[in-house]
């Protein structure tokens, strides 16, 4: 058996990488790991305010979270502690607590830790911020999607309304404005494409080409 492919697919907040990732993981039959599930399921879990913690408690309570993969393509489970994280973490409340501990070093510092474990035993589209610049610099394909805020703004509001779950547009704008910008700017892993990625401006672009410019981009 060679080594595990890795393909790695960074980029901000709503531009559609999860889409992207399960239908590359499903082309591909790999499974596709969500990194931004591990951030918003640490959040999640330590709860409001636990950026706040010194890193002996953070350290502490990290030691007690295991994750683990299962399935392929948009099948894929994670799992925290044998628990398949679930939709209690996919708000904007938690995606902004998810990129508050994304700043501190320790919590960085156990995820990269799981995320290579799990890029060494399986192959991976793995999707987040910093797959391509700090947790998989070796990997052989390497995208990193773009659009406009206001562009990702329409994006989220849609798939919300079409899960039945009404939002404010200008409130998402303003979100997905303020995480980007603590993202971008962070001093440890910020968001940014690395040297050899493929950058893919999405702006004017559906979804059946960003995923044929993906394909083409593995061929
Ligand atoms: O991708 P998603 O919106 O679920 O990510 C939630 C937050 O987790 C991001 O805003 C970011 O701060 C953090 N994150 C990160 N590095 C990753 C994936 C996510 O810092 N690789």
Do not use: C
């Not at 990194?35 to 913690?53: I, N, Y």
């Not at 393509?73 to 995606?95: K, Y």
């Not at 991976?124 to 995208?143: C, S, Y």
């Not at 200008?170 to 700017?185: K, M, P, T, V, Y």
């Amino acid at each position: 058996m060679g080594s595990p492919l890795i393909v790695t697919i960074d980029g901000p907040a709503g531009v559609g990488k999860s889409t992207m990732a399960k239908l590359l993981a499903r082309h591909l039959s790999i499974p596709y790991l969500d990194t931004g599930a591990m951030f918003r399921s640490v959040a999640w879990k330590l709860g409001q305010g636990s950026w706040e913690w010194d890193e002996a408690r953070l350290k502490e309570a990290l030691d007690g979270i295991e994750y683990s993969l299962s399935g392929v393509g948009g099948d894929s489970v994670l799992s925290l502690n044998g628990v398949p994280i679930g939709d209690e973490i996919r708000t904007e409340e938690v995606g902004m607590w998810a990129s508050n501990v994304a700043t501190l070093p320790v919590v960085r510092t156990f995820l990269k830790k799981a995320q290579q474990d799990l890029g060494a035993r399986f192959s991976l589209v793995a999707e987040g911020r910093d797959m391509g610049t700090v947790i998989f610099p070796g990997a052989p394909h390497k995208f990193f999607l773009d659009a406009s805020v206001d562009e990702r703004a329409a994006r989220r509001f849609h798939q919300l309304r079409a899960m039945g779950r009404p939002a404010s547009l200008a409130e998402l704008r303003e979100q997905i404005a303020r995480r980007d910008h603590q993202d971008r700017n962070r001093a440890v892993a910020p968001l940014k494409p690395a040297d050899d990625a493929v950058v893919i401006d999405t702006t004017e672009m559906d979804k059946d080409r960003v995923f044929a410019a993906l394909k083409d981009g593995v061929a």
